[in-house]
């Protein structure tokens, strides 16, 4: 079955670059009309669309970080990474990558990393 | 962005007793593309509803969603054990996709 893993360092300082990785197993990365996202949880509360990636490599941003946010697709490695730049401690999070299937729900997801933004 | 707001936030119910959690959209969610997760502790959100009212695969038919325009309900017929979480309505009808903030479902 279709497997995401994040990972990535858990403690990011303010003002440096948050970066994840998703692995995606059980599948291929690039087959069916699939975008693979980002989605984040603020401690206790809901769910924010960070943004997606085609195997193609076109990408769509949530315009609220879109200024601050790159996605990017490695096909070989089965991987997508997130970068956010500029981080604050509101963006300490937990983390999840999920496939986004057409026209728009998210399944499944990975088990989320949590990120803190700290000195 | 359209904005859904879920309703109550918390439900205190026993296990067998009916629970019906309401998500309402700010706008019209074009052609009732909603979609419902379940989030349990130190889980992460599962898939239960899409298209407002089809259930996922592996769903149990005890959950039923319903609604149109921009009033949407998630019905859970008989709480199991298992069923006591969180839930979230999400819409993909207008970019970017967006989520209520939840309601939790927990045990009397």
């Known amino acids: 079955q279709v497997q995401l893993q994040e990972s990535g360092p858990g403690l990011v300082k303010p003002s440096q670059t948050l970066s994840l990785t998703c692995t995606v197993s059980?599948?291929?990365?690039?087959?069916?009309?699939?975008?693979w996202s980002w989605i984040r949880q603020h401690p206790g509360k809901g769910l924010e669309w960070v943004g997606y990636i085609y195997h193609s490599g076109s990408t769509y941003y949530n315009p609220s970080l879109k200024s601050r946010v790159t996605i990017s697709v490695d096909t070989s490695k089965s991987q997508f990474s997130l970068k956010l730049n500029s981080v604050t401690a509101a963006d300490t999070a937990v983390y999840y990558c999920?496939?986004?299937?057409?026209?728009?729900?998210?399944?499944?997801w990975g088990q989320g990393t949590l990120v803190t933004v700290s000195s | 962005e359209i904005v859904l707001t879920q309703s109550p936030g918390s439900l205190s119910l026993s296990p067998g007793e009916r629970a019906t959690l309401s998500c309402r959209a700010s706008q019209t969610v074009y052609n009732n593309y909603l979609a419902w997760y379940q989030q349990k502790v130190g889980q992460a959100p599962r898939l239960l509803i899409y298209?407002?009212?089809s259930r996922a695969t592996g769903t149990p038919d005890r959950f039923s969603g319903s609604g149109s325009g921009t009033d949407f309900t998630l019905t859970i017929s008989r709480l199991e054990p298992e069923d006591f979480a969180v839930y979230y309505c999400?819409?993909?009808?207008?970019?970017?996709?967006?989520f209520g903030h939840g309601t939790k479902v927990d045990m009397k």
């Open positions: 298209g407002s009212s």
């Open positions: 059980g599948t291929s990365i690039s087959s069916g009309s699939y975008f």
């Open positions: 999920a496939r986004w299937v057409p026209p728009g729900w998210f399944d499944p």
């Open positions: 999400q819409q993909y009808g207008s970019s970017p996709w967006t």
